[in-house]
């Protein structure tokens, strides 16, 4: 029940009826008993000048997580962002501090490797996919460099675009071998499928149905897709016996990072 | 239990904690059923400006309550007001209509008057002495002129806001007898405190002993101060016998006034 001194946190995004977070947060402040709740705001493009405007000033709001379309514009428009936002162009969360900065920070990739590890894989020195260099892919990758995979492929239609995310690695991380282009499919022992690949009926596969075959039994499959939660992707590698991973788990494994990037719950929530 | 498809209201002031909206509207919310909660938001007044920006954007919002110390930029700056919100200078509820504009109105003086008729109190035909003519005491003064007193006495230690709030009463309640004197104390059948006196240990009366002394047997006395419930005067009054009405019953007794206007309870409620 919210009151008069209820501290607040947001889901900025648009549209926000389909997003999970309020539940997820909200239950987590129940069970913490914190006089905390998220609420989940509907804010078109036009108005994040002044929601930043207004986060600047809104004395009980301690940050904000934020989702589709905003993560780039946000990122753009807050004081100041860690280093890896800055290098991914992106924020997902933003805090609020005492004196009305907003900081922000980018944790879609470490929400996606805390999921891999309560998968029991570990990236550190292993061979890991990246297919999709958008948002979510970039942040991926960037996140299995940080955990430490000893070679990294991404790949995209966009060249450009690998292109980019690929030189912006290879100068944060010199010691891991980035590539651009997939080859040996057997090499892998992660492979992630960063594309929206998977929401509608009659997608093709991000993977093809051979290059799935070709896959190392012990290879860990993910996907980002959250709808269905077992995209034709992850149900194809399931039906060759692999491990896999779904897109609603990377966003469950992120809710203790947002929460305490935001300080309103601990890491390990 | 807030989730991304719900529909949000909100209280705005500075500070915020002691508001005690969030807990009746959130109860009623709760009793009907409804997908809408009500947030308390501490706004200082230099993010008023870009709080009016955003909420013509925030596509799930559908209005908010407006407290001290905003209720007059805010009506200043939305884009239409009721004609006694314009009248008052003064808002305490806005609605949010589909195309994002924002309508005002002032439902203060609404709730006293709701407030009195719970007591059996009727104001047509009577005669009513408002103390104080700040934002309550005019809310109030207008609402008593609209249920139809027929005589309405105003006082305040500034002259000038006597004066003029007296000069609006008189041209848009013509056939009302306005009175700026308090004159014979016993005349009157209703004598509200619109003063902040009571709220701090020492104050002085909004009347005097010898004055309350002197008020008829009927009539009834009510106060706008929420704390403590029973002020000094109400305390006074009720030792002679006489009918009282606290500050929070006319805060309760807006409740539905304030959710009809922005569309989210019914006026009953």
Chains 1, 2 share one sequence.
């Not at 005492?98 to 999921?115: K, N, P, S, T, Y």
């Not at 955990?147 to 030189?167: E, H, K, M, Y």
């Not at 896999?244 to 601990?266: C, N, W």
């Amino acid at each position: 029940m919210i009151k008069g001194s209820t501290r607040l946190v947001a889901i900025i995004g648009s549209p926000v009826v389909q997003v999970k977070s309020p539940e997820n947060f909200n239950n987590a402040f129940a069970q913490a008993g914190s006089d905390v709740a998220m609420i989940a705001m509907d804010i078109p493009s036009d108005g994040i000048d002044a929601f930043l405007s207004l986060a600047r000033t809104w004395q009980n709001l301690d940050g904000f997580v934020v989702t589709i379309p905003h993560k780039q514009a946000i990122a753009s428009g807050i004081d100041s962002v860690t280093q890896r936002a800055a290098l991914l162009g992106a924020v997902n969360v933003v805090r609020r501090g005492a004196d009305g900065q907003l900081i922000g920070d980018m944790v879609d990739g470490l929400g996606f490797v805390r999921a891999a590890e309560s998968h029991g894989f570990t990236p550190n020195g292993r061979e890991a996919l990246v297919i999709g260099c958008g948002g979510a892919g970039s942040a991926i990758a960037h996140a299995l460099c940080e955990a430490g995979v000893s070679v990294l492929a991404i790949c995209d239609p966009d060249a450009q675009r690998v292109g980019r995310l690929a030189s912006a690695l290879a100068a944060e991380f010199p010691q891991i071998s980035i590539a651009t282009e997939i080859g040996d499919h057997s090499r892998y022992d992660l492979v992630a499928n960063a594309t929206p690949l998977g929401m509608q009926a009659g997608d093709p596969l991000p993977l093809s149905a051979p290059a799935i075959a070709l896959l190392k039994p012990t290879a860990h499959v993910a996907d980002v897709v959250t709808s269905p939660e077992v995209t034709p992707f992850l149900a194809a590698a399931r039906a060759r016996g692999l491990s896999i991973q779904t897109g609603p788990e990377m966003a469950r494994a992120q809710l203790g990072l947002l929460g305490a990037f935001m300080g309103v719950l601990s890491p390990g929530d």
